[in-house]
């Protein structure tokens, strides 16, 4: 019987890891729900160890494109069509290979006995934990159709802010490439053309400016170890993935990027949303309170956000109420607890939070409407100040002994 390497969360929303003996993935992955664990990826342990699974190619598949198998597979369980057929429908008429593969693993999951979340789990490269959290929440709620309906709207929503984003942007990053690839090779190649000029100065007693000596010293460094600054990225690249997937990392970088003037705001914003909206739509469709909080917990996107849910829904069995233990975290704006708080005695926390999710929504359009309009001239700054730099350093010299001459 093989064993199986699992990355799954406790129902306090803890990561945990380690191997469980199955036949099959499908039979892990009951094993893991019977454990009240919730997976995040399962593969085969003896895949893993010889490196397969690093090396495995799985096609890119765009949200859009998950947005519309949600879309499809609601209409067709809507109009009555079991699921294992609607998902060989969706897989064989899907234009994308990767997601024709995802759906027909997921309609073999299931074929097999296993859960739409359980199923969909096993393909983490293509739903994303806000995906199975609201599916999860449409299984146990008993609307499915509308979870299918509500995560297609929230990808596409993401897909059009990331698309505007992208667009914006994409001048001051062919502006920064570009930018810093030139000041590289003037670096590189360029500076080294006047090197028997500086050291024929250097011998006649005259110093060489500061700024000079440190351009002549990045670009020996260039000459000899540049070969190691794409290692390094990526090196580094590496070790910060790695480490942002321990529940340290990911605790510390959470606690960091709130920190981040603008950014900071944003990703606050963006958790604070996602929670309220996920929240908000399961209790509308009936869902307890305790099991909406540990779901919603699930797909805020921070750590701190997630822990201070997790302690509402142990405030809430202790009999106290939601709002205490989020207020005394401080991460929920005090307009917004005003708001909850209101709501919890009107018993209309699930429309006050809909409603809270669509405002934030439009307060962080605006925002990234403003960093992205900062970019640009702070690009055109930072590539004008690093060619002035390289300039600099070539000419003050030449400046300095006409003055000697003079």
């Keep these: 019987m093989p064993d199986f390497a699992y990355t799954a969360k406790t129902l306090q929303g803890q990561r945990t890891e380690g191997t469980i003996s199955a036949t099959t993935r499908i039979e892990a992955l009951q094993r893991l729900r019977q454990r009240s664990l919730f997976p995040l990826t399962v593969t085969d342990s003896t895949k893993k160890s010889l490196g397969l699974e690093r090396w495995e190619f799985k096609p890119r598949v765009k949200k859009d494109q998950v947005a519309d198998a949600c879309t499809q597979l609601a209409d067709l369980l809507s109009n009555g069509v079991p699921m294992l057929e609607a998902l060989q429908i969706l897989s064989d008429a899907s234009v994308n290979n990767g997601l024709k593969v995802a759906l027909k693993s997921v309609h073999d999951a299931m074929a097999e006995g296993a859960n739409l979340d359980q199923a969909m789990a096993a393909q983490p490269h293509v739903f994303s934990e806000l995906t199975l959290s609201m599916v999860r929440a449409g299984l146990e709620g008993a609307f499915l159709e509308e979870a299918l309906q509500r995560t297609a709207h929230f990808l596409r929503k993401q897909d059009e802010m990331r698309s505007k984003i992208l667009g914006a942007l994409t001048y001051p990053l062919i502006l920064g490439f570009v930018g810093t690839i030139i000041t590289g090779l003037m670096i590189a190649f360029l500076v080294p053309k006047f090197q028997p000029f500086f050291d024929r100065l250097e011998q006649s007693g ?4 500061l700024v000079t000596v440190i351009l002549l010293a990045m670009s020996h460094i260039m000459l000899k170890w540049g070969w190691l600054i794409p290692v390094v990225i990526f090196g580094i690249g590496f ?25 900071g705001s944003i990703f606050h914003d963006a958790a604070v949303s996602r929670a309220c909206r ?3 739509t399961m209790l509308r469709n009936g869902v307890p309170l305790l099991k909406s909080l540990r779901i919603s917990s699930e797909s805020t996107g921070n750590k701190l ?13 202790s009999g106290d109420t939601l709002s205490k233990p989020l207020a005394a975290s401080g991460l929920i704006p005090p307009q917004v607890m005003a708001m909850i708080r209101i709501a919890e005695e009107s018993n209309t926390l699930d429309e006050v939070l809909v409603k809270i999710a669509d405002r934030i929504d439009q307060r962080i359009e605006r925002r990234l409407e403003v960093l992205v309009r900062m970019i640009e001239p ?3 700054v930072l590539i004008g100040g690093m060619v002035m730099f390289v300039i600099v350093g070539v000419l003050l010299p030449v400046f300095d002994l006409n003055s000697t001459v003079n």
């Design 278 to 280: 996920i929240l908000g």
């Design 378 to 380: 702070l690009m055109l």
């Design 305 to 317: 956000l997630e822990q201070a849910m997790l302690a509402s829904a142990e405030n809430i069995t």
């Design 206 to 209: 005259a110093g060489l400016p």
């Design 239 to 263: 070790g910060i993935s790695k480490w942002l997937k321990t529940d340290f990392g990911r605790m510390t970088f959470d606690r960091f990027i709130l920190k981040v003037p603008v950014l």
